[in-house]
């Protein structure tokens, strides 16, 4: 298996509501990306005393939940599972923008395609988090958008789905990567197709023997999965750490800013998508769940 790097990835602009649906909020249409820059740092190798144990290798794609994320989600694998990392998300695209073939004026570029990236670093596993994006600009929609079509929207996004499992398996070859779905949080606006978008991927992930990260259930309300909260209590690790707590005195924590209901980071969204750049206990939850799944599946020692 080759080493992987990080990557680190700069788009063109794209404003607050580049990662919803129409019926989502203001958008804009983004422009078609540059080449991103890539940033390149060796993981630690740990020393050749040290006994060998399992340490996967992750490739991380998605659209602006995963670009504020990815920082956030490689500290936790490398930190709890020694894992090696590689992170590509862009901003505002859906599935179909990783697959290859897909016309000009893709949000991805096709050297960041997944299938070109599994063939190149043969992760263990790929991650992939989409909210869901739906909407006209989107150039490999085909103006496909939920707010017209909710028929055509769910047909579409389910092909593509499972055409990106495919060309993720068929580039994996004896190597198949396992792919983690990430399941999305609720959206105040329109939960049913957040709840039928998550449903699209948990059953792609059984057919294809696949595995899902119920992250959106961490951002969630207990006993009310698909009901938005801006506020949830803080958690034990939140309150021992208090960056995480951002209410300690009411025992609560801020998943979104006020003028932001989508993204997790608590610091408002730039022209140039990034990583965020402040302790947000959104990000951080999301990241430990999709941690959590992947460290489950570490072999069994034998006796």
């Known amino acids: 298996m080759r080493r992987p790097w990080i990557v680190g990835v700069v788009l063109a602009a794209v404003l607050l509501g580049a990662c919803t649906d129409p019926s989502s909020g ?3 249409a983004p422009p078609t990306p540059s080449v991103p820059t890539t940033t390149r740092q060796q993981a630690p190798v740990s020393p050749s005393t040290t006994p060998v144990k399992w340490a996967p290798s992750v490739l991380y ?6 670009m504020e994320s990815q920082n956030v989600l490689g500290r936790e694998l490398r930190g709890e599972l020694d894992a090696t990392y590689t992170s590509a998300p862009y901003s505002g695209t859906t599935p179909c923008d990783y697959l290859e073939g897909t016309k000009e004026g893709s949000l991805v570029p096709d050297g960041d395609k997944a299938a070109v990236l599994v063939r190149a670093l043969h992760p263990d596993f790929v991650v992939l988090q989409f909210w869901g994006n739906a909407w006209g600009y ?15 929207y769910f047909t579409r996004y389910k092909a593509d789905v499972k055409k990106l499992t495919a060309q993720i398996a068929t580039a994996g070859g004896a190597q198949r990567p396992t792919i983690v779905w990430v399941l999305q949080g609720p959206d105040p606006i329109t939960p049913e197709r957040v709840r039928n978008v998550n449903a699209l991927y948990e059953s792609q992930a059984r057919s294809a023997a696949d595995l899902v990260a119920d992250a ?3 951002v969630s309300r207990a006993g009310a999965r698909y009901t938005w909260t801006q506020y949830l209590p803080c958690t034990a690790y939140e309150r021992a750490h208090p960056d995480y707590c951002t209410q300690p005195a009411n025992g609560r924590t801020a998943l979104h800013l ?46």
Not at 283 to 301: D, H, K
């Open 26 to 28: 203001p958008e804009v």
């Open 138 to 152: 989107t150039p490999c929609m085909d103006g496909i958008t939920y707010d017209a079509d909710r028929e055509a």
């Open 258 to 303: 006020d003028s932001d209901y989508l993204h997790f980071c608590l610091v408002p969204t730039t022209s140039t998508p990034r990583p965020c750049p402040v302790p947000s206990p959104g990000i951080l939850r999301i990241a430990r769940e999709i941690t959590r799944v992947i460290g489950a599946q570490a072999p069994v020692p034998s006796r």
């Open 216 to 218: 959106g259930s961490t």
């Open 61 to 66: 794609l998605g659209d602006s939940l995963a």
